[in-house]
């Protein structure tokens, strides 16, 4: 984020001596994205944040993906991976399971009620979707208080762990990237600032509180990063509690943005999914499609024309509401559509004819796009209903 903020407590000069009421040094850190050449933020530490006490390995979860060979598209019902007593022992970072990934990206699901370990991704930013519950998000930057219906925005490299806080565990779709995740370029202005025709601007993001400070020692914080087979996983044990920041400034830093405040563009005739675009990182895109009245020319076919996505696979989370073009496919909340470059797709039979003189739209789905082929992870192996790519035939459920 290009948006400047400052919370707690920071010297008026940077890199200049700040010191603690009893006259001990801060600890000054930069974080900062592309080596010192992008965003950042100077964090003032009680304690030097390189500490280290112990170090060992994290035994990741199955983390392997298998080429979706003979290609098909799929339909993954993600609800089947959690029981609920799998999700009251479960919580949102160890117990995400691989659905979908590829060089560029990874999907997570998980189903969580208890409180996760410290954890940063050093890989890439994440971009968790909260499905429903809700929970705090504590970072070293501060908290953030997440619901049903977030987007979770946290930049690689941040501590940070899950708070559940709902009666009902949260359920997470978390979006791993190995780059940076932003708003789409064309949102914004030379100078980062989201631009009138943007979906969404700075108001609608929800950003930390104050640093929340933690005196504690001998903490253990997850570490997922790149190593053999692509992702690895380390403890690092630290002396001091890394929730140990008196202030902060800069324009990294996480942040919350709720589907609900996105202003829905629609036209005449069918708008192309670019313009239900939300997010970005390399080689992918996230869109996402919100209640929205549909288009208007008296002779519209509001669900999409067939398509041909030549260079991308798109997955679809189809997170509220009814998702018009998928009736009829057994596609329903907390499922997945995967539809894989050299498969044309658009509405299952009927579909069309339904959706003529429709006025309006009640569908909530999270669309992720591809432009490396996606493979499978052991979520999708255990969640694929078996049928889905023959639910376009004549005769097809
Ligand atoms: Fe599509």
């Known amino acids: 984020m290009a948006h400047y903020l400052k919370c707690g407590c920071?010297?008026?000069?940077?890199?200049?001596?700040?010191?603690?009421?009893?006259?001990?040094?801060?600890?000054?850190?930069?974080?900062?994205?592309?080596?010192?050449?992008?965003?950042?933020?100077?964090?003032?530490?009680?304690?030097?944040?390189?500490?280290?006490?112990?170090?060992?390995?994290?035994?990741?979860?199955?983390?392997?993906?298998?080429?979706?060979?003979?290609?098909?598209?799929?339909?993954?019902?993600?609800?089947?991976?959690?029981?609920?007593?799998?999700?009251?022992?479960?919580?949102?970072?160890?117990?995400?399971?691989?659905?979908?990934?590829?060089?560029?990206?990874?999907?997570?699901?998980?189903?969580?009620?208890?409180?996760?370990?410290?954890?940063?991704?050093?890989?890439?930013?994440?971009?968790?979707?909260?499905?429903?519950?809700?929970?705090?998000?504590?970072?070293?930057?501060?908290?953030?208080?997440?619901?049903?219906?977030?987007?979770?925005?946290?930049?690689?490299?941040?501590?940070h762990r899950w708070v559940p806080t709902s009666s009902e565990p949260i359920r997470l779709y978390a979006i791993e990237a190995n780059s940076h995740i932003a708003p789409p370029k064309r949102y914004l202005s030379n100078y980062g600032q989201l631009l009138e025709h943007a979906p969404y601007c700075e108001r609608d993001l929800r950003l930390p509180g104050e640093p929340r400070l933690v005196e504690e020692t001998e903490v253990e914080v997850y570490i997922k990063h790149r190593g053999p087979g692509g992702v690895a996983g380390s403890v690092h044990v630290v002396p001091d509690h890394p929730f140990d920041v008196v202030g902060w400034d800069g324009c990294l830093y996480p942040y919350a943005f709720n589907i609900a405040d996105f202003e829905p563009i629609t036209g005449r005739v069918h708008q192309p999914p670019p313009a239900h675009q939300v997010f970005e990182g390399h080689n992918f895109v996230i869109c996402n499609f919100v209640p929205r009245k549909v288009d208007y020319h008296p002779l519209a076919v509001p669900v999409p024309y067939y398509h041909a996505n030549v260079d991308s696979d798109e997955v679809m989370f189809y997170c509220g509401g009814d998702y018009e073009a998928r009736k009829g496919s057994g596609i329903g909340q907390g499922s997945i559509s995967l539809h894989p470059g050299g498969h044309s797709h658009g509405p299952q039979p009927g579909a069309v004819e339904r959706s003529l003189g429709a006025q309006f739209f009640d569908e909530l789905a999270v669309m992720v796009d591809t432009f490396r082929p996606l493979e499978l992870g052991e979520g999708a192996k255990s969640s694929d209903d078996g049928v889905y790519a023959y639910s376009w035939s004549r005769g097809a459920r």
Request: glycine share 6%; hydrophobic share 35%.
């Open 10 to 159: 920071i010297p008026p000069k940077r890199h200049t001596q700040h010191r603690a009421p009893d006259g001990s040094l801060y600890y000054e850190e930069l974080m900062g994205e592309e080596g010192f050449s992008s965003d950042s933020s100077l964090l003032y530490h009680r304690h030097i944040p390189s500490a280290i006490s112990q170090v060992r390995a994290w035994d990741l979860p199955d983390q392997s993906t298998t080429p979706n060979h003979p290609l098909k598209p799929l339909h993954l019902r993600l609800h089947d991976l959690f029981t609920i007593d799998q999700a009251s022992a479960t919580d949102a970072v160890t117990g995400r399971r691989l659905v979908l990934g590829n060089a560029d990206v990874r999907i997570y699901y998980v189903v969580a009620a208890q409180a996760s370990p410290l954890y940063r991704n050093a890989i890439g930013d994440e971009c968790v979707y909260v499905e429903s519950g809700s929970g705090v998000v504590e970072t070293i930057f501060g908290d953030l208080e997440v619901d049903q219906g977030d987007y979770v925005i946290v930049p690689r490299a941040t501590t």
